[in-house]
């Protein structure tokens, strides 16, 4: 096959599809909304790792690849999706995440999240932009592609009112027709062979490779941007209008990253017998670009690439700058502040290659990823099933039980293995699931009680 006369005529059919069939079907002014929501949230949430992690897990996932999808899907699509519900039913900022456990957890939890967030998946943005957007073409050093990402991302942070509509009406579309190009060509080019799995346990293998999208860290972080975004555009909407709105476009994103995530790890698993068995994530994203798109390969990726990681690091930062604005009274001088700290910092830390942010991301979400799932969970729940005492007891007992986890990343986990025997899950890093939820059940029967008495 041609790949590239057949992406030639998909790229016909797409862009008409997207710039003239709209013009030519009036489109309710509500479903506009939504869609142009939804597109900016997906955006958003799609960066980096989602770029690049779900290929190699299908690579390495052999015939199990639908298994480990459901397990990556769940972290990496069903959690963040609920994050976003809890947004729109809290319709604050981060903090109001954890008020119930404490102002000071808030607090605490808050900076710490957002230091994470702009330390290490932001940065990692200009670093998988460099290796692949940038290297294969100019002979350049990191630190030059990181200087100019990030002064790209600064003017989009300080144009603040016009985020949405930038990401939502012009990038996003652009990332998905690349991304259904390369998808489509490799399923129709590539028999369904897939080889042996090199995972011992395909779902919680796919679930913890899932946190190193950060996407329910990004759903706490983007979607007070989501939040502040609509209520720039929508100032007399109600609470409930805006609710609807929240809700509808975070399953329509929602479905979208499970379209895609399912994709790329699909197509992985078709090419499992034409790359190295070490290729890196990088060099194995490139390749399949390449095998499916042909001498365009190059430039798709480069643009792919960019689109993908430039959005969510303009919402990371932009969420971050937005907190620290809301903390000091509204003060643009703090939000202009934390934008150019938050860029500076990415040109600092995006010097250094995918492969290191990776690795050293890891003990930083093995600590604060359990306690993120749980505060989404609990936000999304009926109120009278959470009340404060549920919050902090179930916070408390995750902390305690991720620190095993915790350990285990950082290589002190030795000392920690006769303790790990006796929690479930706990060769699974997920020791602090069990406990939490038995932990939530019990105190709620001890409330219900104690308010019957």
């Not at 913890?208 to 502040?228: K, N, P, S, W």
């Not at 109600?238 to 990253?257: F, Q, T």
């Not at 643009?303 to 303009?314: K, Y």
């Amino acid at each position: 096959m041609n790949g590239s006369f057949l992406t030639m005529k998909c790229m016909i059919v797409l862009f008409t599809f997207y710039f003239i069939f709209p013009t030519t079907i009036p489109i309710m002014n509500k479903t506009k909304e939504t869609l142009v929501t939804a597109f900016a949230l997906f955006s958003l949430f799609f960066g980096a790792g989602n770029l690049i992690l779900p290929p190699l897990l299908g690579f390495k996932s052999g015939e199990f690849w639908w298994l480990v999808t459901l397990g990556f899907c769940l972290s990496a699509v069903m959690i963040p999706i609920l994050g976003i519900l809890a947004h729109a039913r809290l319709q604050g900022t981060m903090f109001d995440f954890g008020k119930k456990v404490s102002p000071t957890f808030a607090i605490a939890y808050s900076f710490v999240v957002y230091a994470i967030s702009i330390a290490l998946p932001s940065p990692r943005t200009a670093s998988v932009t460099h290796e692949i957007a940038i290297q294969p073409f100019f002979d350049s050093p990191y630190w030059v592609t990181s200087i100019v990402y990030f002064a790209l991302v600064f003017v989009f942070v300080m144009n603040r009112s016009r985020i949405l509509d930038i990401i939502g009406k012009f990038l996003t579309p652009a990332i998905i027709i690349i991304l259904l190009l390369i998808m489509g060509i490799a399923t129709f080019s590539y028999a369904f062979d897939f080889g042996d799995t090199a995972f011992a346990n395909p779902f919680t293998d796919g679930i913890l490779e899932g946190y190193q999208t950060f996407d329910a860290i990004g759903a706490v972080v983007v979607g007070g941007v989501i939040i502040i975004s609509i209520n720039l555009k929508n100032k007399d909407a109600s609470y409930d209008e805006k609710k609807g709105l929240i809700r509808r476009a975070g399953w329509l994103a929602g479905l979208g990253l499970f379209l895609i995530y399912a994709g790329l790890i699909f197509t992985g698993a078709l090419m499992h017998g034409e790359f190295d068995a070490e290729i890196s994530r990088t060099a194995l994203l490139n390749g399949i670009s390449i095998a499916s798109l042909g001498n365009t390969a190059n430039l798709f990726l480069s643009i792919l690439v960019s689109l993908a990681c430039f959005t969510t690091a303009v919402g990371i930062v932009t969420g971050t700058a937005d907190f620290m604005k809301y903390k000091f009274g509204d003060s643009q001088r703090a939000y202009a502040l934390t934008a150019i700290l938050g860029c500076v910092l990415g040109v600092v830390m995006g010097q250094f290659n995918v492969h290191y942010i990776i690795v050293v991301a890891v003990p930083a979400l093995m600590f604060i990823y359990p306690i993120t799932i749980i505060l989404i969970l609990l936000n999304v729940l009926p109120g009278k099933y959470v009340p404060s005492v549920v919050f902090k007891a179930v916070i408390v007992t995750t902390i305690l039980f991720s620190i095993p986890d915790f350990l285990g990343s950082i290589g002190a986990g030795e000392t920690m293995t006769s303790v790990k025997e006796f929690i479930p899950l706990s060769t699974y890093s997920m020791g602090w699931v069990l406990p939490a939820g038995v932990v939530f059940v019990l105190v709620n029967a001890w409330v219900n009680f104690k308010n019957e008495l």
